[in-house]
């Protein structure tokens, strides 16, 4: 497991691209924060992240939307106090 204990934070990690790096972070042992504006999408990539056995926590947030940054930034280091790896795939 390359990433053991590490933090990944992947924006637009519902689906495509973005849920297909989650997945991949996790299988090599990364907890994974993922944030992107459908809940649902964000559900289904985080159960496909706890199926490896790492924790993943779904951060629902529109990052075209500027006054979210903030609190989006707050909610993250709430929950995580430190990001090793940031993927910043959320498409605007």
Do not use: C, Y
């Not at 204990?5 to 519902?14: F, H, K, N, S, W």
């Not at 495509?16 to 944030?35: K, N, P, S, T």
């Not at 964000?42 to 992240?49: A, C, D, G, H």
């Amino acid at each position: 497991m390359k990433l053991k204990d590490r933090v990944a934070l992947v924006t637009g990690g519902g689906r495509g691209i973005g849920q297909a790096i989650a997945i991949a972070f996790a299988e090599e042992g990364a907890d994974v924060i993922v944030a992107a504006r459908s809940v649902d999408e964000l559900e289904e990539t985080v159960q496909r992240i706890e199926a490896t056995g790492r924790k993943g926590i779904a951060v629902p947030v529109d990052l075209s939307q500027g006054e979210t940054i903030a609190s989006f930034v707050e909610t993250i280091a709430s929950r995580r106090p430190a990001v090793d790896i940031l993927v910043n795939n959320a498409g605007i």
